[in-house]
């Protein structure tokens, strides 16, 4: 489908952000010539007036380089074979680019700072928008290098940053796409065809897309292990080299998580993995031999569960009324203010996505086809939407953005919310059995198999750091053993699973992965306490996660709505969740 033939209440109006090009034009000319107000201050943030009117004129610019910049990429993205708005992006881009280099001086200055100064400007009330920020440097200081060594690394960082550029170009422009027959036709083996390719009902389908594909990686494993094997290195030298103990200490630092936090998932999800095997075993039964290209396959068939996007929306905003009124209300002004790109059509970005400005209110990217995954794709992004609403109204600008650790919980407690709804409706045995299987493979995936990735990439970076650098040979051991403890004996561990880590992108990211499970732990316990805890729970969930932002650490503004991922008993609440769903699931015949 053609753009011009969507439409209009279906695309979305970036006026919000700016009225029309020339207006972006305006403020691109006049944001552009006032990045160099910046210079002025080089040199005299140890003068606390100063340091005020530095940090307030970064973000003033700040927020109008970042409407810029989202509103160009929003642009480009209806249309990114357009060049024109492939260079209006570009410019973008630029601008973005030239203001993260003219405020390079801020944070060595501020981080020179003694640590009394830095006391003394957190006191300050004039410095209240700051004070997290200001805190988080502070306990940076010790792993701050001097001026000549952080010039190195920053300069360094193009090369050693280069590993996961290496894999993209591995994974997404040398491999070839190959054909599978499917249903009579020859369709080509793809990053998407492949994962529907193992949801299809013919075993002979899945069986010859699983080999295909892992013979793309087998074929260049060593040059992907290579990569990937420098990339932990990499890790664990700079980790060194500022004074942390492990890579993962200092990623865990960064977002200011404590370390436990990691430990922690891992020891609950080990617990719970004899669920895991009950499932894996119901699974053998229902399809008979199973093998790891059965995973994806669904287990119920013949369930009409799809609907149109009007009929969708309106699902979505009964199964949020639990959030209140003014919840609702807001998701209904998204869809009338036409916040929401709806349609594919030629050209758009695929996937989803919910972005927006501050101040300008957040938008939502779909590529809606009807699909069941399509109607909870609709809640998860409103979910993104509306922590960022809340979030810019009750924070300024630098408090607003929230961190990637709650990035995936208010998006995850909306579809876990939807889920409830539709089971709480679903009067057909087959389609509730299908919601039930979507909820466990929704576990099964985010927070079994993620965490099974986190303790890959953890094994690997320890054995590194003892110096037993990853090999191809240790490397596929690790990956293999891990997947026999997660899936048990009911599976075949398939020979070629044993690659499976060489293709995920994710690990590129250390330490990253961890976070989706994390994530689903923590939205099962709030939309339980949504669902069960009247006003009390709604408002502390308003009050404490959807307004924090990210005024404090990520794990404290958790903490403080409730979910304390320190403790055992989020993790329990959601295993718990596991095991009655798949009691039920089973139950029905």
């Not at 001026?147 to 290496?166: M, Q």
């Not at 539709?422 to 099964?444: E, G, I, P, Q, T």
Request: aromatic content about 12%; some cysteine.
């Amino acid at each position: 489908m053609k753009r011009s033939e969507v439409s209009e209440e279906y695309k979305w109006d970036l006026g919000h952000m700016f009225p029309n090009r020339l207006d972006w034009e305006k403020t691109f000319s006049i944001t552009s010539r006032r990045l160099g107000e910046l210079k002025k201050f080089k040199g005299k943030l140890s003068n606390p007036d100063m340091a005020i009117a530095l940090l307030r004129l970064a973000d003033e610019l700040g927020c109008e380089v970042e409407r810029l910049y989202v509103y160009a990429n929003m642009l480009m993205h209806t249309n990114g074979a357009d060049g024109e708005l492939v260079a209006l992006a570009s410019r973008a881009g630029t601008l973005s680019a030239d203001l993260g280099a003219a405020l390079s001086f801020v944070d060595p200055e501020l981080t020179a700072l003694s640590d009394a100064e830095l006391d003394d400007m957190i006191a300050d009330p004039r410095f209240a928008d700051y004070e997290y920020t200001l805190g988080r440097i502070k306990a940076s200081k010790p792993h701050v290098l001097g001026e000549k060594e952080e010039l190195l690394v920053a300069r360094l960082s193009e090369v050693t940053g280069a590993f996961r550029d290496i894999f993209e170009k591995i994974d997404s422009v040398d491999l070839p796409h190959p054909t599978v027959r499917v249903g009579g036709m020859k369709v080509p083996l793809t990053h998407g065809t492949y994962s529907q390719m193992l949801q299809n009902p013919d075993r002979a389908v899945r069986k010859k897309a699983f080999t295909t594909y892992y013979a793309l990686y087998e074929e260049r494993i060593n040059t992907i292990a290579a990569c990937y094997a420098a990339s932990v290195r990499r890790n664990n030298i700079m980790a060194s080299v500022r004074g942390y103990e492990s890579a993962m200490q200092a990623s865990m630092t960064r977002d200011d998580v404590p370390e436990g936090v990691y430990d922690r998932l891992i020891d609950a999800v080990n617990g719970a993995l004899p669920s895991l095997h009950e499932y894996v075993d119901y699974r053998r039964l229902v399809l008979g031999d199973l093998h790891m290209y059965d995973m994806y396959v669904p287990l119920t068939e013949g369930v009409e569960f799809g609907m149109d996007y009007e009929k969708a929306f309106d699902v979505v905003c009964e199964a949020l009324a639990p959030l209140g009124d003014e919840y609702v209300s807001r998701l209904r002004e998204m869809k009338s203010e036409r916040r929401i790109d709806v349609m594919e059509s030629e050209g758009k970005r695929g996937g989803a996505y919910s972005w927006g400005a501050y101040g300008s209110g957040p938008y939502v990217l779909l590529n809606y086809s009807g699909t069941p995954h399509d109607v909870f794709t609709i809640a998860h992004e409103l979910g993104h939407a509306m922590h960022s609403r809340y979030s810019d109204e009750a924070l300024p600008y630098n408090k607003a953005g929230y961190s990637i650790f709650v990035a995936e919980v208010a998006s995850t407690t909306n579809e876990v919310l939807l889920l409830k709804y539709l089971l709480s409706v679903a009067k057909d045995v087959n389609v509730r059995r299908y919601l039930l299987s979507y909820y466990l493979d929704m576990f099964r995936t985010t927070l079994f198999r993620q965490t099974m990735f986190a303790e890959f990439e953890l094994a690997v970076h320890h054995a590194d750091a003892k110096g037993e650098p990853p090999t191809v040979e240790s490397m596929n051991k690790t990956y293999l053993k891990l997947n026999k403890k997660y899936y048990g004996k009911g599976v075949t561990h398939d020979r070629q699973i044993r690659l499976e880590w060489a293709r995920i992108p994710h690990f590129y990211n250390a330490f990253y992965v961890y976070k989706y499970a994390t994530g689903l732990t923590a939205a099962v316990t709030l939309a339980g306490s949504i669902l069960s805890g009247g006003d009390f729970g709604r408002e502390r969930y308003f009050n404490k996660f959807l307004k924090a932002g990210g005024s404090k650490s990520p794990y404290e503004i958790l903490r403080d709505a409730g979910v304390d991922l320190m403790t055992e008993r989020p993790y329990e609440t959601a295993m718990l969740e596991f095991r009655n769903t798949l009691a039920e699931f089973t139950s029905l015949v």
